[in-house]
């Protein structure tokens, strides 16, 4: 959370400076998008009330998250080695949400594994041919045959 | 030959359904009205179609959610709605308030109705009145110091209280609460003095002494409330009914309807359906499709205008 | 007392029945397992096993049921412990120290205690059940929109103590999740806010992919570069189970959490998931070393799961001795039974002496049912740890999108899901807490609707919060506990530098 004190820098951007201010962002945004709601009043709040609310606290917040984030890490010396491989997961991941529905549960899933374990881990291909249709079948067996959940199906019927 | 097996798979297709589980998506919380009738239905067609038939509750915004979900889902006949009559009022609240629409009526298909029970309206035991003329003439004393609950603003335990305080020109507070339980629930614990409900929901805490039934929204007596008079008989004429009804979205093909219905006509001959309605004191009120629709149509028309002359409840007071 | 004896004498004897002992077995083995998964909790066990029971006697189907219910209870710790991945909402407190034992090679006793602490609780909510269930259930209808507000702001105020971080960012992150909260269909006017024209969001984001997105996928992606989890080889029977030390620890967590879940699980509602966070509040606020919670507390597992445990049972008192529908779960049970033609009520324990004694009866038998179930398996659990890194993530992950998508078969929950675990892997990098998200994303909806709700009843008048002495206490009660929080950042200048060099609130 804290980090050791570095010397101070002069005029170098803080970490908590910018989450601070970017969540004071959002409760502009917020604020911005709840102008379509009625605010009614103290006495009967309408739908906007609240979220007028919540959004000045948030930006309130946001605001002195910014301003005692004076000595925290340095923006510049925060480290995203591992970011590369995040957003890698992520991009995956969302590009199997898309096709769960088009190509069916099994399809997707086997392929999302052997995408992981294959392409990002590079682990052995019958290992992971084994691991991503054996899971994709049992657990479409577990939830779709057992649990009755309607997975998705591809067009082709499995 | 690629064509000629395409087309021989899309009839095959057409043929075989159900292939696959059919949703039956109930547009209130767990416990409601909705859900009572669903659960035998769901299960008895079930056993006619040889699939299963998944129940899915979609609460929200008195069951907004659950009817824009159906309205705009796939019309393969896989996604139903366990419709209440709720489903309505929603899109005339919607014109009301100049609103993007969530839904329009024209959006389903109607299948079946499956039951029609009028409401009854039940008072808190600590309220000093024993039949209606009491209770009016107590809120008329107390204009806009008595509270009701309800499933949700318009819901369908909504419409029939404002029905009749517009009848009888009284003013309540309105506490719009997720669904008829908890409306109950509210009612139960005496946080608001009256709220109405379908007679499977009350009837326990009727028979024990909690809640004080006092007058049905039906034509005729309830035959589970023979002590509990009507409005007409009171002079009153509001009539109103939480019905329960299957849809489908509009633009299902006609075979698929067909077989839905045909499978909800052999459904409420189920002898299990028939004892399960039973025993939640829900008579069953079967209607195929064309007479359906009429009914629909005239109980949409009359809520329609109970929600002109209602307004905007946010601008009142 | 004879009375209650005798009744639940009958009780065991329809309870310890072979056939019914097994549906007991079968149900908290199930409950157990789907509560393990990622997103399908106890409401989504139960709703899936409900048709099943249409076709068994009423006692059966409640016994099974019920255990479907505690055993996902349980269920959701396993992998909030193991691998950050809370179950259900319930246990999205247990993540914070659980995994952190988990991390210093503490996984066993973790597990361990988190099946002792609800079998406490379990066991302990039943007496509560048997001895006060008709005076409690009047009492829980006392709860009105007032009562409920008043209990949610609360649990607002508990945040104050649920992270050691900086204040500003803690609260900014309530705000957040109450903000989250705030999207879908108004319940009071049919407005639908923030919804993007997204249908589905119209009936708001649920707890489920955000817990999951935020808990689970965030520590995924944190250590995505990591090879493997460090973890003990092979830990001993001896190292699996909690130490004399840590057990006179976790006594207290445990009574405390016993004590509040079960007064929460009674209030009609779905407050209880609350339960875990105030047992984690009151835990760190209460404790000589608050500084440890977050860094692996055994205290900071044990209260929360106890507490989750107790208000499971505590929601049985309304259904049972009232009918009422309280909570999503209960309402499926009332269902359940009804369908036999039996209705729960005041009049039940009068006409089926033998469906409620056994009901009660079988609670205890499930509750041991659990304990024995569970802590052999810790073993087994935590050596599922020892799967290899490479191969553990991408099933995590594919469980994850499982799971969600079960939860209402909506893409959609997919994509909050993921969209929150990538919001939830920016944020920790900046130093948030996510803890306070889940807990404002929880209270914002019920919060909101139930002060409307007031108001609407006192037509506009604050003063309903006055004039009702449960909700006044309880506000009461919060606000003393505002001030003491606030005394730190007030008087600050003194603990200054201890504060900031360790990162956490004083200790009082």
Redo the contacts between chains.
Sequence with gaps: ??QPSDPPAKRQLR??Q???LM?AA??LY?WW??RA??I?????????Y??LL??I??GV??V??AL?GG???PLAA?E???AK??FA??VA??V??FA??RLG?RIT?AA??IF??GVM?R?KPM?VAA?GIG?ALI?YYL?ATL?????P?SPWGF | MAALLASVCVAQAQEAFPTRAITLIVPFPPGGVAEITGRPTAMAIEKILKQPMALVNRPGAGGAVGNAAVANAKPDGYTLLMALSSISVIPAADELFNRKPAYSIDQFAPIALISADPTILVSHPSLPVRNLKELVSLARAKQGQMSFSSSGIYGALHMPMEMFLHHYKLKMRHVPTTGGGPALTTLLGGHVEMTTGGPAAITTHVKSGKLRAHVSWGAKRHENYPDVPTFKEQGADIEYYIWTGLMAPRGTPEPVMKVLRDATRRAVEDTDFKTAMARVNSPVNYMDAPEFAKYWDADAKRLAAVVKVVGKVDDKK | MVETLNSLLLGFSVALQPQILMYAFIGCLIGTLVGMLPGVGPLAGISMLLPATFGLNPIIAIVLLSGVYYGAMYGGSTTSILIRLPGEAASVMTCVDGYAMTQQGRAGPALAIAAIGSFVAGTLGVLGLMLLAPTLATFALRFGPPEYTALLLMGLLVLAYMTGGSIPKTLAMAGFGLLLGMIGIDAMSGYTRFSFEVIELADGIGIVPVAVGLFGISEILMTASQQTLKLPKNPSMRELMPSRAELKQSIGPIARGSAVGFLIGIIPGSAHIISSFISYGIERRISKTPERFGHGAIEGVAGPESANNAAATGAFIPMMALGIPTSPVTAVMIAAIMVHGIAPGPMLIAQQPELFWGFVASMYVGNVVLLILNLPLVGLFVSLLRIPYAYLYPCILAFCILGCYSVSNSVVDVWIMLAMGGIGYTLRKFGFDLAPVALGLVLAPMLELSLRQSLAMSAGNYAIFIERPIAVTMLGVGLLMLLVSLKPLLFKSKQKDWRSTVGLDEPS
């Excluded at chain 1, 009614?40 to 906007?48: D, R």
């Excluded at chain 1, 649990?147 to 997975?151: K, M, S, T």
């Design positions: 959370m804290t970490s908590d910018v989450s601070g969540l959002l409760a917020v998008m709840n709601y009625p009614g009043t103290l006495a009967e709040p309408g739908p906007g609240v979220p919540l959004a606290f948030m917040m946001g002195l998250v005692g000595k925290s890490e925060m995203w080695t591992e491989r995040a997961l992520l991941c969302g199997a949400a769960l529905e549960y899933m999302l594994l992981f374990l881990e682990r290992m691991v899971f657990t939830f649990l009755r959940v309607p997975l199906v």
